[in-house]
């Protein structure tokens, strides 16, 4: 199983960044799909989820309103766009495969290896 996170970089507070998750080696219409965050010197944390079909989906409180989950089973892909940008948001984000679409990152059994997202003031 592969898990392979793209897109991140750095942008300034206020901006916008897409990212990718390109899955492999996995039935991936079967599993949840979650993005993780983890920011330096801190623990890593939930940002949002979704569910096989592309339902079920739910966000950290931070993300709501600015983060978008979504889903391409035909391509098996997962997305993240991320919008005004926050300093605080600076973090590596990592996508992940489980059984549900929640929370709770021991529900996922795969992970990527993550990708740098930088939001300079």
């Known amino acids: 199983v592969q898990l392979v996170e793209s897109g991140g970089g750095l942008v300034q507070a206020g901006g916008s960044l897409r990212l990718s998750c390109a899955a492999s080696?996995?039935?991936?219409?079967?599993?949840?799909m979650g993005w993780f965050r983890q920011a330096p010197g801190k623990e890593r944390e939930f940002v949002g989820t979704?569910?096989?079909?592309?339902?079920?989906?739910s966000y950290a409180d931070f993300a709501k309103g600015r983060f978008n989950v979504s889903r391409d089973n035909d391509k098996n892909t997962l997305t993240l766009q991320m919008n005004s940008l926050k300093p605080e948001d600076t973090a590596v984000y990592y996508c992940?495969?489980?059984?549900?679409?929640?929370?709770?990152?021991?529900?996922?059994?795969?992970w990527g290896r993550g990708t740098q997202v930088t939001v300079s003031s």
């Open positions: 992940a495969a489980g059984g549900v679409p929640v929370s709770s990152q021991r529900h996922y059994a795969y």
């Open positions: 080696g996995l039935r991936f219409n079967a599993y949840a």
């Open positions: 979704i569910g096989r079909g592309g339902g079920s989906i």
